[in-house]
């Protein structure tokens, strides 16, 4: 007689997620479920870890720990093996604003001018007027006080310099590469992600210390 072996449940969380305030939080959000045999994969998916409030901040933890404990709720006697990161970062989004036209053009004004006066005191700095009379004059050999033709094609090609630099033109990518700025913006994030990720943890354990310090019994 074939005993029937316990299904096996596999769990790859998923580093950052984002969903809607106030919407159910399932397991399906959080990470990508396979189990043997398949038929249980579509029950733990759709399984509620809990519904989201405005009072749960912005940024939630998901541990693995509960996770599997919740798994092992739905399917008892199930063997979970983990893969992957620990824990979710879930990102409560709040309702959808239409976006602001005016605050567009006010961020866009500021970043041009501040972009074009940051130039333009560099080139103050390190008299760069001076060295395109300069050049203009070892190239022509009749020196201009005022290179206007030189300058120009300096301008535009500063222009385009930023562009290839930045390896975008307005939504244009010129290969598939990820611009300096989209690199920074992921390592940036992630030091964010592990900052939360931190204090998180160090809330969770400072709440079990306050609660063994008054003697409470957990179930």
């Not at 579509?42 to 399984?47: D, P």
């Not at 709720?73 to 824990?87: D, I, K, N, R, W």
């Amino acid at each position: 007689m074939n005993v029937p072996s316990a299904p096996v449940v596999y769990v790859r969380l998923h580093a950052r997620i984002k969903i809607k305030m106030g919407s159910t939080l399932q397991i399906k959000h959080v990470s990508n479920i396979l189990s043997d045999p398949p038929e249980y994969e579509n029950k733990i998916r759709e399984t509620v870890l809990m519904q989201t409030e405005k009072s749960d901040g912005t940024l939630l933890l998901v541990d693995v720990l509960p996770l599997i404990a919740r798994i092992k709720q739905v399917v008892p006697g199930a063997q979970v093996e983990t893969l992957g990161s620990s824990h979710t970062l879930v990102e409560l989004l709040p309702h959808e604003r239409p976006p602001s036209k005016s605050l567009f053009i006010l961020v866009w004004l500021l970043l041009f001018f501040g972009s074009a006066l940051t130039i333009m005191n560099f080139h103050a700095d390190v008299n760069m007027k001076e060295v395109h009379i300069r050049v203009v004059e070892m190239l022509t050999g009749y020196r201009d006080e005022n290179p206007y033709m030189f300058q120009i094609a300096y301008s535009i090609g500063i222009g385009f310099g930023m562009a290839v630099f930045f390896n975008h033109l307005f939504k244009k990518k010129w290969n598939d590469e990820p611009t300096p700025l989209e690199v920074e913006m992921y390592l940036y994030q992630q030091n964010v992600d592990q900052y939360a990720v931190s204090e998180e943890y160090e809330r969770i354990k400072s709440s079990l210390t306050a609660d063994n310090a008054q003697g409470r019994d957990y179930p």
